[in-house]
């Protein structure tokens, strides 16, 4: 018996799917499905990919279809996280046929987004291994989606940066601007009480105030490999180095190699492309 239950920080899966599927049915519901479909049909089918993907979303989805046929029967096949070949099954079903056809838009459209973020991250990853860099997500995500943009990504394996503006700061250039001056805005946020102070560094002369006001780890802007590594070797190890701005997946590795603790890539979320399955209903037991 597969396990149903899936819990996210901050996430609230009931009110997602009822959202997701309220926007889809909207208020005369799914009429294709029930002037075509007999009431009491019912379907088995399977959801495939149809290219090498790492898995993301699986859960959601099956919420999406225990919401409109709470006795479906499902079979999850592969596991978040997962990397499967083209032509793989992630998902078996077998339920009311009209119920089944109409989350199956729903629930692949979830699977797909979340599979694409997860997918282009572990590229990211792989191109990064055994360099000791980390890979970091940003706040580059759909409004309303970035509990599960960011669980993406952990499951293509990254590691969550900032959730939101609560919990770190992160002075960036404006913030500079207006405060003064980069000692000048860390040290109100040191006087704010803020434990993790994030700062953005745009040259090499910004380094020494922003450590020396009590930055807790330095972003690194838009800089070149051989800037970053000057950077790298004037931080010395005192707090974690980050590399931010315009990385590519051809230009991740030489950063890495920098030794920068983290890379922060926005296109992960941003830009990545949905991945190509399908739900094909095979069999009416």
């Known amino acids: 018996m597969t396990d149903h239950s899936f819990t996210l920080d901050g996430f609230d899966l009931g009110t997602f799917v009822a959202a997701t599927l309220a926007e889809d049915m909207g ?5 294709t499905a029930q ?6 049909a019912r379907f088995t ?9 790492v898995v993301a979303g699986l859960p959601i989805a099956e919420a999406v279809f225990r919401a409109l046929d709470p006795g479906v029967t499902i079979e999850r096949l592969v596991e978040d996280g997962d990397r499967v070949a083209a032509g ?7 339920g009311n046929a009209r119920a089944l056809l109409t989350a199956e838009r729903s629930a692949l459209n979830t699977v797909q987004h979340l599979s694409g973020i997860a997918t282009l991250t572990r590229t990211y990853v792989d191109a990064i291994a055994g360099t000791g860099a980390t890979l970091l997500d940003t706040r580059k995500t759909i409004p309303g989606l970035r509990r599960l943009e960011k669980y993406a990504t952990r499951m293509g394996g990254a ?3 900032r959730m939101g503006l609560w919990d770190a700061a992160m002075i960036k250039d404006n913030h500079v601007a207006v405060a003064g001056g980069v000692a000048a805005a860390v040290a109100r946020a040191v006087s704010a009480g803020i434990a993790r102070i994030i700062v953005e560094v745009d040259t090499l002369d910004q380094i020494a105030p922003a450590l ?3 930055a807790t780890h330095l972003l690194l802007d838009n800089m070149d490999t051989a800037t970053l590594a000057r950077a790298v070797a004037q931080v010395g190890g005192r707090v974690p180095t980050e590399a931010s701005g315009g990385v590519r997946l051809d ?4 950063i890495a190699e920098t030794g920068v603790t983290f890379i922060s890539v926005g296109r992960l979320t941003q830009s990545a492309p949905a991945v ?6 095979t069999a009416q037991p």
């Open 159 to 161: 590691t969550n940066h």
């Open 88 to 94: 793989s099954d992630v998902l078996r079903l077998s």
């Open 35 to 40: 002037a075509v479909i007999p009431a009491d």
């Open 212 to 214: 020396d006001a009590g």
């Open 45 to 53: 089918g399977v959801m495939d990919s149809r290219e090498a993907i």
């Open 27 to 31: 208020d005369a519901g799914d009429i």
């Open 276 to 281: 190509d399955l399908g739900l094909d209903f």
């Open 251 to 254: 230009t991740i590795r030489a």
